[in-house]
């Protein structure tokens, strides 16, 4: 893994093109009321994460306030101003994952990986998070990791499931 | 219109009418605290909560609208006790320094505590961070905000700034500019409207009262203290008169109980900037209409909140500004140069202080091109509102002061001056002065007022045809003078599009930071009167209408400044002294490194009293541990006590919300 485009922020040419894909797409939704959350959802994806220079840039082109743009970013958890690792792991803490052992999930993983609750470890492998209810109750404890969710999840499980990536 | 019974009182009221408002209108108040009629009601705080017969539950009545037939309550048991709950809750996050607070006594939360008939604060635990930021301008202590969003409104919609808007959620929510940036960073422009409409003291102006005591305590100060135009209908407001009474001697006769040497007007600085403005007016149009480069529209440069915004929003455009400082910081530049040199001071041993109805005059103050000879212009400016602080902690029965004048000669004004303080004032006084140096003629209007640009419409305009000019001036005979005025930078940012996109068809513009001009500017007294524009702008007409002179020309002390001192209009002296330049600053304030933090003295003050009572408790818990390890037993029976009152009190709760939400 490249543990050099994880922790720091993309290369010039990199950050260049970015912010070219980021152009394209607020072109995307221009004139559309209300497509602010989209567009930081795909500058996420394409920059990694949301810093000030991308915000400013979304609000000069938006023609948005800057406060706004940083309003709704720090509003939901999924954004982020920090550089994000390869991986995203969020453990449900909803009220079922909650009851059926997801604080120790929590725990257990923040000895493992050494990170705290919104970290990401010094490989830049992983971010670590947790999420309020991801909707797979009847899984319980459930964890996610990007797009794959983790059933039934315990302990002894984790260290595995870790190893996949 | 609809029939609907509110509080078992049939009445009548329009379509489309809120509760609220239709309850108001038949001399039912519901409380509230965040609604703002036709300005804010996005129904945050709950609190004017009513029950409508057939509803699944109460209603917030600053949203919804009246029906016909609907059967309103505003005052049941119900309602009162789940009112009390909520603000109960909103307190139990709310910082408790009520005594130490600038609002204490004027506090709409306070007061509604009151109102509502709360008397103990039953709910504990988690509380927001402490979060104070201090700007040159304005304050932000977000231990006291209750989340209202008033300030978010009147930046966004009103102002059309965006500077402040909800970062955050839950507990971490604040109102701040981007990234909890400083406000002193951000494209703030300093206009304080947030100041006006907050409820509680979380955004505040930043405090110079005691700046200005400690150098009338000095005695090797001379201080020397001048007033806005549109203080003098405004001040009496905290005293209890009427908005829009004129108590310009009052405030005069205020000033030298106070304890200043020299009291002076800015009005004479208002009259000084009209021969300033308008000779570089007529400069403009005469390269204009010679074919020499000239840059049109000029746009008037008294506002320093104004200034801000366009050196954020349209940093290209700067050109457009008049070179003119604004008349309180001109007049500081005479009193430190010229009587200065009349009363053989050192400029040094001067200090100026402004009485201003505006918060950004303290970010104006603080800009570097602000001074002359390495002395500021102005040392100090105070709001409207610390103006009247300062009065009543000085023991002065202001309402029963006799009148007095101001001193001379930087004290004399005249009627063109008064009216700078409202929309349309600064155009119409530099009319007066402007049209009558071209034509030798007066202004050919009733009273002098311009008709089509008085009134608070968001944005005037008229023309003025020029018609047997004075020979110097043929080349403008026939042409028609365009002008237009607007106030707010909502309107500003109309203006400007047009200017930036080169097709403005105007050559004179006027604008003001503040909707409705300095009279309602952000350092005012805050009314709850709802026809306080009308009669604030009615009283400096009054003022106006009521001098000997109403022409900036006809001052006779401005004639001698000039004979004895300036020399001439725009002359060498005056661009020295009286002009200035500005600076590019951009939307994300990248264009500049500076900076309006207010300085780490002032940021420690004002965080004293929380800050204390944070550090006492965190103090007190440390010591509890640090005596932990002593009589265990003593320890665990207290852990029990607490414990069993913390379970009866959330036993009192649960019993509580059962009977809200269940009744």
Redesign the interface.
């Known amino acids: 893994m490249n543990t050099e485009s994880a922790t720091n922020t993309c290369p010039v040419s990199e950050r260049e093109n970015a912010f070219e894909q980021i152009a394209n797409v607020i072109d995307l939704y221009k004139g559309k009321e209300g497509s602010l959350i989209q567009v930081l959802h795909l500058s996420q994806k394409i920059y990694g994460f949301l810093p000030l220079e991308v915000q400013e840039f979304i609000a000069n082109e938006m023609d948005i306030p800057l406060a706004t743009v940083s309003g709704v970013v720090s509003f939901y958890s999924f954004f982020s101003t920090e550089p994000r690792g390869e991986h995203t792991i969020r453990v449900c803490m909803g009220t079922a994952c909650y009851v059926r052992g997801g604080k120790k999930i929590v725990e257990h993983l923040q000895t493992h990986l050494g990170v705290d609750l919104g970290g990401t470890t010094t490989d830049g492998k992983f971010t670590f998070e947790i999420a309020r209810c991801i909707g797979a109750c009847a899984l319980a404890p459930a964890m996610m990791i990007d797009d794959t969710v983790y059933k039934q999840v315990n302990i002894n499980k984790i260290g595995r499931i870790l190893e996949k990536y | 219109m609809v029939n609907l019974t509110i509080n078992d009182q049939p009445v009548t009221a329009e379509e489309g009418t809120t509760i609220i408002e239709a309850a108001r209108q038949h001399g039912i108040s519901i409380p509230n605290l965040c609604y703002m009629k036709d300005v804010h009601k996005i129904g945050s705080c709950r609190l004017c909560i009513v029950e409508v017969d057939g509803a699944r539950a109460p209603l917030a009545s600053c949203l919804a609208v009246v029906s016909e037939g609907m059967v309103v309550h505003t005052n049941t048991e119900k309602l009162r006790r789940i009112r009390r709950v909520l603000f109960e809750l909103m307190y139990s996050d709310h910082s408790e320094d009520c005594l130490s607070c600038t609002r204490n006594q004027n506090c709409e939360f306070q007061a509604m505590g009151k109102l509502l008939g709360v008397d103990s604060s039953r709910f504990e635990g988690e509380r927001s961070s402490y979060h104070v930021d201090a700007s040159v301008s304005v304050t932000r202590d977000m231990s006291k905000c209750i989340l209202c969003r008033r300030c978010v409104t009147v930046c966004?919609q009103i102002q059309g700034?965006?500077?402040?808007?909800?970062?955050?959620?839950g507990f971490d929510t604040e109102m701040?500019?981007?990234?909890e940036m400083q406000l002193g960073k951000?494209?703030c422009t300093f206009c304080g409207q947030c100041t006006i409409v907050c409820p509680v003291g979380a955004l505040k102006a930043t405090n110079s009262e005691q700046k200005v005591w400690e150098a009338i305590g000095n005695p090797n100060k001379i201080t020397i203290v001048q007033v806005a135009p549109a203080v003098r209908v405004a001040l009496g407001e905290e005293f209890g008169m009427e908005a829009g009474t004129i108590v310009t001697g009052k405030i005069a006769a205020a000033f030298r109980r106070m304890g200043f040497d020299h009291v002076f007007d800015t009005d004479f600085g208002a009259d000084l900037t009209i021969m300033e403005e308008g000779t570089e007016f007529l400069s403009r149009i005469r390269g204009a209409f010679n074919n020499r480069n000239a840059v049109l529209p000029m746009i008037t440069s008294c506002s320093p909140g104004w200034i801000k915004f366009v050196e954020h929003m349209y940093p290209d455009q700067l050109d457009h500004l008049s070179t003119c400082k604004s008349p309180h910081t001109m007049l500081g530049a005479v009193i430190k140069s010229y009587y200065a040199e009349k009363i053989g001071v050192f400029p040094g041993d001067i200090f100026v202080v402004s009485v201003m109805p505006c918060t950004a005059k303290k970010f104006e103050i603080a800009r570097p091109e602000m001074q002359n000879g390495g002395y500021p212009n102005v040392d100090a400016v105070i709001t409207t509102r610390e103006l009247a602080g300062m009065i009543k902690s000085a023991g002065i029965d202001f309402v029963n002061l006799h009148d007095e004048e101001f001193d001379n000669p930087l004290g004399l004004s005249t009627g063109a001056a008064d009216i700078f303080g409202l929309t349309g004032g600064v155009m119409e006084a530099a009319l007066r002065t402007v049209y009558e140096l071209i034509t030798g003629r007066e202004l050919p209007f009733e009273k002098l007022h311009v008709t089509p640009i008085v009134g608070l419409d968001q944005i005037k305009e008229a023309a003025l045809k020029i018609e047997n000019p004075l020979p110097d001036y043929a080349y403008l005979d026939g042409v028609e003078v365009k002008i237009a005025v607007t106030s707010g930078l909502a309107g500003a940012r109309k203006i400007m599009e047009q200017v930036k996109a080169g097709n403005s068809p105007y050559h004179f513009i006027e604008i003001m930071g503040c909707p409705s001009g300095c009279m309602m500017g952000g350092g005012q007294p805050r009314s709850h009167d709802q026809d306080v524009r009308t009669k604030r702008l009615h009283g400096l007409y009054t003022e106006d209408e009521g001098k000997p002179l109403r022409k900036s020309h006809e001052n006779p002390y401005i004639k001698l400044l000039y004979d004895e001192y300036l020399g001439e209009p725009n002359g060498h002296k005056s661009h020295e002294l009286l002009h200035t330049h500005y600076v590019q600053r951009g939307?994300?304030n990248?264009l500049t490194d500076e900076t309006f933090v207010a300085d780490a003295k002032v940021i420690a003050k004002i965080k004293t009293a929380a800050a204390i009572r944070d550090s006492a408790k965190a103090a007190i818990s440390k010591l509890r541990q640090d005596e932990s390890a002593s009589p265990k037993v003593f320890e665990l029976e207290s852990e029990n006590r607490r414990l069993k009152t913390e379970l009866a009190d959330a036993l009192e709760t649960v019993d509580i919300l059962k009977s809200v939400f269940n009744k």
């Open positions: 966004n700034v965006g500077a402040l808007f909800p970062q955050h959620r701040a500019p981007a990234m951000a494209a939307i994300f990248q």
